[in-house]
């Protein structure tokens, strides 16, 4: 079976953010966060320890940031996959990798930074939620609703065409998992629209190609 977490590597959009809002030294230093994360992606231990400990290096400096936990608690849940471990150690991990992403997303509410800070820190809990098996941890739903209030942001048309094409792509993934078959489809066409070179826009162009034949 492939492995769940190498969809998280479509997260390579984020990477466009850099440049859109690199103007403080903490929007520069989530970069490198940014990256070592999406390696950790393809789910190699060492590679998931490394993103790891950048976070919590970062953490250090900026307590609570819900970007941070973001990362973290999706670095803690790609811990939980890694084969070898008991599987209720790994249930574990999942869970407490959870519980910090609720911790970033409560923080949202409140905090003050680049409104694409809170954007990304929503795409990176996405992506968990969507992609883990929910009979087992009960998280599509939530997913399903953050996706739903991602596409009627204020400002979805001003985001990155590779960002506004990660939103979509979570919206196909979403609507594949509850069997949405309509939906699946229309999510994949808008990804491929809006942005046809990029990794989303690719992998929309592969799924729709299984889905005419």
């Not at 590597?9 to 690199?22: E, H, I, K, N, Y």
């Not at 996959?81 to 509410?109: C, N, S």
């Amino acid at each position: 079976m492939q492995p769940i977490w190498r969809l998280f590597v479509l997260l390579s959009a984020l990477a466009c953010l850099t440049p859109s809002f690199a103007s403080t030294q903490f929007e520069k230093e989530i970069e490198a966060v940014r990256e070592a994360y999406l390696v950790a992606t393809d789910g190699n231990a060492r590679d998931i320890r490394s993103a790891t400990k950048k976070i919590r290096q970062l953490e250090k400096r900026y307590p609570g940031n819900p970007l941070i936990l973001a990362y973290k608690g999706g670095a803690l849940a790609l811990r939980g996959k890694e084969i070898g471990k008991r599987p209720l150690d790994r249930m574990r991990e999942t869970e407490e990798g959870l519980h910090i992403i609720d911790r970033a997303l409560r923080t949202l509410r409140s905090h003050k930074g680049h409104y694409l800070e809170v954007v990304e820190a929503q795409l990176v809990s996405i992506y968990v939620f969507i992609n883990l098996p929910d009979s087992v941890f009960h998280r599509l739903r939530e997913g399903q609703h953050l996706v739903k209030q991602l596409l009627i942001h204020p400002q979805f048309n001003e985001m990155p065409a590779g960002l506004q094409a990660a939103i979509y792509f979570a919206a196909a993934i979403a609507a594949k998992k509850s069997n949405d078959a309509m939906q699946h489809k229309h999510y994949l066409e808008l990804t491929l629209q809006t942005a046809p070179d990029g990794k989303n826009g690719q992998q929309a162009r592969m799924q729709l190609k299984t889905l005419t034949h």
